[in-house]
């Protein structure tokens, strides 16, 4: 173990040392390059910061409006027969648009109830087993131009559903 742990000092300098000199002996302006790829990262922070802005913008006037929670105490009955902590359904309609908030979110779940908790442990897996989608789809899409997502949109919104309920099931089960 203490090797990997080594290696993994070194990993980042060898790397960087690797590709100045694969630069050098195939003759490439390494600087000049690497000016151009900072300046083409630049443009596209610029490019990308208002979308950025806004769904942060409008994950946190849905923390402060009280809407989750209000969501929450609405599905909580649909959610309770099914044995899912209402607590839990802000936590997965955050993380759709923000990892940070439904962090947040699931920091005060800990504070609460505690990270070993049955809630605890559905709302860091939750976390584990779901992605961001959209904010990666507007991020990255918007940062490669594309214009037509397709079936991104269906197919992330499955493969989330698919991990809130297998990491609810996971806790229900006792598998944790």
Not at 70 to 98: D, T, Y
Not at 122 to 137: A, P
Not at 160 to 174: D, Q, Y
């Amino acid at each position: 173990m203490r090797f990997l742990l080594y290696i993994s000092r070194f990993m980042i300098p060898l790397v960087i040392v690797y590709m100045v000199t694969f630069g050098v002996l195939m003759k490439r302006p390494v600087y000049d390059d690497f000016a151009e790829g900072a300046k083409e990262g630049a443009r596209t922070v610029v490019g990308v910061f208002p979308t950025l802005v806004g769904l942060m913008v409008g994950t946190g006037i849905l923390r402060a409006s009280g809407l989750l929670e209000w969501f929450a105490g609405f599905l909580s009955p649909v959610a309770e027969k099914a044995g899912v902590p209402s607590q839990v359904i802000p936590v997965a309609v955050v993380k759709l648009f923000s990892s940070s908030a439904a962090t947040g979110l699931a920091l005060d779940i800990f504070k609460e109830y505690g990270p070993d908790s049955r809630i605890g442990l559905m709302v860091s897996l939750l976390l584990s087993c779901t992605e961001t989608i959209f904010y990666t789809m507007s991020l990255y899409f918007m940062a490669a131009e594309v214009k037509k997502t397709r079936y991104t949109l269906p197919g992330a919104l499955m493969a989330t559903v698919f991990g809130m309920f297998m990491s609810i099931l996971m806790v229900k089960a006792g598998f944790l």
